[in-house]
């Protein structure tokens, strides 16, 4: 699907300088950057599922560490 992206000035340099230094086009840079972004935020969402179920499966135990 295409797409058109609008970018200030600044966005366009940070963009240039990171396909640059990948030595991709900006069109893969930008690829790349989304892919990653929506790696990280899958992360977290699942590092946070987990904490979640550690702190209730072991609440009792950080209750008693934190006496």
């Known amino acids: 699907m295409a797409m058109t ?3 200030t000035p600044e966005d366009e340099r940070l963009l240039a ?5 990948e030595g991709v ?3 893969e840079a930008t690829l790349r950057a989304i ?3 929506a ?10 599922e987990l904490s979640a ?3 209730e499966r072991y ?5 008693r560490l934190g006496r």
Not at 17 to 21: I, K, M, N, V, Y
Not at 59 to 63: E, F, G, K
Request: proline share 0%; glycine share 4%.
């Open 5 to 7: 992206l609008r970018l």
């Open 25 to 27: 086009s900006r069109h």
């Open 39 to 48: 790696a990280r935020r899958g992360h977290e969402a699942r590092v946070a």
């Open 17 to 21: 300088a990171l396909a640059e230094s």
């Open 59 to 63: 609440a009792d135990v950080l209750d």
């Open 35 to 37: 892919r990653e972004a």
């Open 53 to 55: 179920e550690a702190r």
